[in-house]
């Protein structure tokens, strides 16, 4: 493989990190606190002599004591009192990955995490309503993932019964762009919907990784976290949304879908996990400063890296497209099939700039070249 020098210049040195709001490790709530003395009726002493859990759900799945108000109300009352009614969610899609790797949180310990790379222009959407049997119906009804979300979301509300979902969604399968979490995230928040009940990103998240076993940041928006994928925390909260960019997202030559759950894991070495400190730190830099080329930087490193250990075809072709379109960099998604060049979206001649490289780009093999705008706050392509 050829050195690709200037993924590694910038106008900035790596900073350390910065604008870090981790959560502890452990930000389980406690127990609800028992309910005020006019709630104290014959019906409630009665109920929990039959039995009557006041705290059904795993602990990991509680945030904290007033992120769930009117859940923690449902697990008290009866199951009169959330009356449901017809939920709807949203979720966007993602373009992979800006960096993916091993990082150490405040303790020292390593955890597998990703910062996702939101596209608000395709979405999945979902309808939920209460039925009283106990069964979960989804349609289509191969979206097994997302049945097993409305389960969940069910349980963590303390609602007994089922009900019937649907979903509809513009995001393709199986190349990156997260449409089954897409379609988890949607699900949890159409339940809870249906039950007047906001969650939290946080709630969402660790849901979702119960509901998929590994799930992107999707529940966060446009917010930028640190994940861990599969445990469901952020292991660290960027204090903002990335700044401006285009995207000319592609898939790599011959690409495939891929099912992401049968990759194993990447073994990253000592030096690859020293590298991600660094690339964190970047990712949190530009961030702060609103940088797209930092962000370029730290991107196309993780990308590098990437390449050592699931190797896209063409991939030092499409960066030296990159390196002479003067791109912020390219960007991969990490298990799947898709390729980006990261633009600054304030950059002069840049619809001009674009349209030579995506020609460039279909010209040496590569297919579905699309445009996207991240956090572009009303321009149009």
């Known amino acids: 493989m050829r050195k690709v020098s200037w993924l590694r210049r910038s106008r900035f040195r790596p900073a350390g990190r910065c604008g870090t709001l981790t959560p502890p490790h452990d930000d389980r709530s406690r127990i609800p606190s028992r309910p005020a003395r006019s709630i104290k009726s014959r019906q409630y002493r009665n109920s929990l002599r039959a039995g009557v859990s006041r705290r059904r759900h795993p602990p990991p799945l509680r945030e904290s004591a007033g992120e769930m108000k009117m859940a923690g109300a449902g697990d008290l009352m009866s199951h009169e009192t959330l009356r449901p009614s017809m939920g709807t969610g949203a979720a966007i899609a993602h373009h992979g990955e800006l960096i993916q790797g091993v990082f150490k949180d405040d303790g020292g310990r390593l955890h597998r995490g990703l910062v996702t790379l939101p596209i608000a222009g395709l979405r999945s959407e979902a309808t939920f309503a209460k039925s009283d049997g106990n069964a979960v119906f989804v349609h289509p009804d191969h979206k097994v993932k997302a049945s ?39 699900s949890i928040r159409a339940v809870a919907a249906a039950f007047k009940v906001q969650l939290r990103p946080s709630s969402i998240g660790r849901l979702a990784v119960a509901a998929e076993r590994a799930s992107d940041a999707i529940a966060f928006d446009d917010h930028a976290v640190l994940f861990a994928q599969r445990e469901g925390t952020v292991i660290e909260n960027f204090g903002g949304s990335l700044p401006p960019l285009l995207l000319v997202g592609f898939k790599a030559c011959g ?124 321009w149009t392509w």
């Not at 960066?319 to 002479?324: D, G, K, S, T």
């Open 148 to 186: 097993a979300a409305a389960r969940l979301t069910l349980d963590f509300l303390n609602v007994a019964g089922g009900g019937e979902l649907s979903l509809q969604s513009s995001i393709p399968v199986g190349h990156g762009y997260g449409s089954s979490t897409a379609d988890v995230v949607a």
């Open 255 to 378: 690409g495939v879908p891929v099912d992401t759950l049968q990759l194993p894991p990447a073994r990253y070495d000592s030096a690859e996990i020293q590298e991600f400190g660094v690339l964190r730190a970047l990712v949190a830099r530009a961030v702060r400063l609103q940088d797209p080329y930092l962000l370029g930087r730290a991107a196309s490193a993780s990308a590098l890296i990437s390449q050592r250990h699931l190797p896209k075809q063409g991939f030092d072709e499409i960066a030296e497209i990159a390196r002479r379109a003067g791109a912020c960099g390219v960007q991969v998604a990490h298990s799947g099939s898709l390729f980006g060049l990261i633009f600054d979206l304030f950059a002069s001649n840049l619809k001009r700039r674009a349209a030579l490289v995506a020609q460039q780009i279909r010209r040496a093999g590569f297919k579905d070249v699309e445009f996207h705008l991240v956090n572009a706050e009303g």
